[in-house]
């Protein structure tokens, strides 16, 4: 099944992105790849880092004349700070990071070894792998967008996406990733007073996948349901706290009759009267667009300085500040695009295969033509 890993560290030479099992066949854009990461970096509130990484990514395997021929594919983003061992240890664990406990996991008093690897930089490395993944979906018709609809407490209206390459483009063009113009500017605003105060700002991004036919995932093992493996994938992106889809957490609130999505027959075809189910029901995609949205956390590192302790001598001391983002929400729209794209393209290749872009793209065909010859008989 396809999957990737990721591996490098924060001040490292480089970040590495490993895919197996990537179908033989598909003609590969770099260029797109760079893009993404590029949409990545220049986030608005980002940390000056940013400005000097480079983000360009190199296949060093799986390609062969530009064509994805089946072997493991590996893409190398280069660090433009690989200081890594020039780096002075730290024994001062920052609250709200991996520190503290990896410091214990690991038993290090060197917490620098636990945020080398836990730092958010290793998200350009799962931003390659998404990309990559993108470019697999289009083939079937299949389109993922990420986009910021809350920061701190500036929230933007419920926007319409009657199409997603127009939403792209002026979420492309938004300088924090929102797709309500008249929210910019107050979105922009907290982000700027937070940084004037020495603080960080959170908020909440959400995605949509159109295109997605039915019968991706399963209900038939818990870990086959395909939103518990789009949670999961997206739980594990640093500053992600909480996962809805749909209706999400607005479920608790609502009647049974409420909630429910329902079916009518509109043109031969099933049409829903809502989606809170966010496109999966029982763990399989339903062909409704999927709904996804995410909790982002503040970046805890902030320049008011917290209290902590000193894993060497045992006593209290001011949590340590280093450059960091004042707000990341815009930056995860483009993680949690990547990210969500990643999983559905698995879901993708387990029901159709993944040896080969024509043989998916065979099975695929078959598929939609069994789902016409069913409705024909009901």
Same mark, same amino acid.
């Given at each position: 099944?396809?999957?990737?890993?990721?591996?490098?560290?924060?001040?490292?030479?480089?970040?590495?992105?490993?895919?197996? @099992?990537?179908?033989?066949?598909? $003609?590969?854009?770099?260029?797109?790849?760079?893009?993404?990461?590029?949409?990545?970096?220049?986030?608005?509130?980002?940390?000056?880092?940013?400005?000097?990484?480079?983000?360009?990514?190199?296949?060093?395997?799986?390609?062969?004349?530009?064509?994805?021929?089946?072997?493991?594919?590996?893409?190398?983003?280069?660090?433009?700070?690989?200081?890594?061992?020039?780096?002075?240890?730290?024994? &001062?664990?920052?609250?709200?990071?991996?520190?503290?406990?990896?410091?214990?996991?690991?038993?290090?008093?060197?917490?620098?070894?636990?945020?080398?690897?836990?730092? *958010?930089?290793?998200?350009?490395?799962?931003?390659? *792998?998404?990309?990559?993944?993108?470019?697999?979906? $289009?083939?079937?018709?299949?389109?993922?967008?990420?986009? &910021?609809?809350?920061?701190?407490?500036?929230?933007?209206?419920?926007?319409?996406?009657?199409?997603?390459?127009?939403?792209?483009?002026?979420? @492309?063009?938004?300088?924090?990733?929102?797709? @309500?113009?008249?929210?910019?500017?107050?979105?922009?605003?907290?982000?700027?007073?937070?940084?004037?105060?020495?603080?960080?700002? /959170?908020?909440?991004?959400?995605?949509?996948?159109?295109?997605?036919?039915?019968?991706?995932?399963?209900?038939?093992?818990?870990?086959?349901?395909?939103?518990?493996?789009?949670? &999961?994938?997206?739980?594990? &992106?640093?500053?992600?706290?909480?996962?809805?889809?749909?209706?999400?957490?607005?479920?608790?609130?609502?009647? /049974?009759?409420?909630?429910? @999505?329902?079916?009518?027959?509109?043109?031969?075809?099933?049409?829903?009267?809502?989606?809170?189910?966010?496109?999966?029901?029982?763990?399989?995609?339903?062909?409704?667009?999927?709904?996804?949205?995410?909790?982002?956390?503040?970046?805890?590192?902030?320049?008011?300085?917290?209290?902590?302790?000193?894993?060497?001598?045992?006593?209290?001391?001011? *949590?340590?500040?280093?450059?960091?983002?004042?707000?990341?929400?815009?930056? *995860?729209?483009?993680?949690?695009?990547?990210?969500?794209?990643?999983?559905?393209?698995?879901?993708?290749?387990?029901?159709?295969?993944?040896?080969?872009?024509?043989?998916?793209?065979?099975?695929?065909?078959?598929?939609?033509?069994?789902?016409?010859?069913?409705?024909?008989?009901?």
């Amino acid at each position: 099944m396809l999957s990737y890993l990721t591996a490098g560290e924060s001040h490292g030479k480089s970040l590495i992105a490993l895919i197996e @099992d990537f179908p033989a066949g598909l $003609k590969i854009d770099i260029g797109g790849i760079e893009r993404d990461l590029i949409l990545r970096s220049k986030a608005y509130g980002r940390s000056v880092r940013q400005e000097k990484e480079k983000n360009r990514a190199r296949i060093l395997s799986g390609l062969r004349r530009g064509l994805t021929i089946g072997s493991p594919i590996i893409i190398q983003i280069d660090n433009a700070f690989s200081d890594i061992d020039e780096i002075e240890p730290s024994a &001062v664990p920052r609250p709200g990071h991996a520190e503290f406990a990896g410091a214990l996991k690991y038993l290090t008093h060197d917490v620098k070894n636990i945020s080398e690897r836990a730092s *958010a930089r290793e998200t350009a490395a799962r931003v390659a *792998a998404g990309s990559l993944a993108k470019q697999l979906l $289009k083939e079937f018709g299949i389109d993922v967008l990420g986009y &910021v609809i809350q920061i701190g407490i500036v929230t933007s209206k419920r926007c319409t996406l009657d199409s997603i390459e127009a939403a792209r483009r002026a979420r @492309d063009a938004s300088p924090v990733y929102a797709l @309500d113009i008249s929210a910019e500017a107050q979105m922009a605003g907290a982000i700027d007073s937070a940084s004037a105060s020495g603080d960080s700002v /959170g908020g909440v991004v959400e995605m949509i996948s159109r295109g997605v036919v039915p019968g991706l995932g399963s209900h038939t093992q818990w870990t086959r349901k395909l939103d518990g493996r789009i949670a &999961v994938a997206l739980m594990s &992106v640093q500053a992600v706290k909480g996962v809805e889809f749909g209706a999400g957490f607005l479920a608790a609130t609502l009647t /049974g009759s409420q909630y429910v @999505d329902e079916m009518r027959i509109e043109g031969g075809a099933v049409t829903r009267g809502s989606n809170n189910a966010g496109g999966i029901e029982g763990g399989i995609s339903n062909g409704e667009d999927i709904i996804v949205r995410c909790a982002v956390k503040p970046v805890p590192t902030t320049k008011k300085s917290g209290q902590s302790v000193n894993l060497n001598t045992g006593e209290e001391a001011s *949590a340590r500040y280093e450059r960091s983002d004042v707000c990341a929400v815009a930056a *995860a729209a483009i993680i949690c695009e990547s990210v969500l794209s990643f999983e559905i393209a698995s879901a993708l290749c387990e029901k159709f295969g993944s040896d080969s872009l024509e043989e998916m793209r065979s099975n695929w065909r078959t598929y939609l033509k069994a789902i016409r010859r069913f409705w024909k008989k009901v």
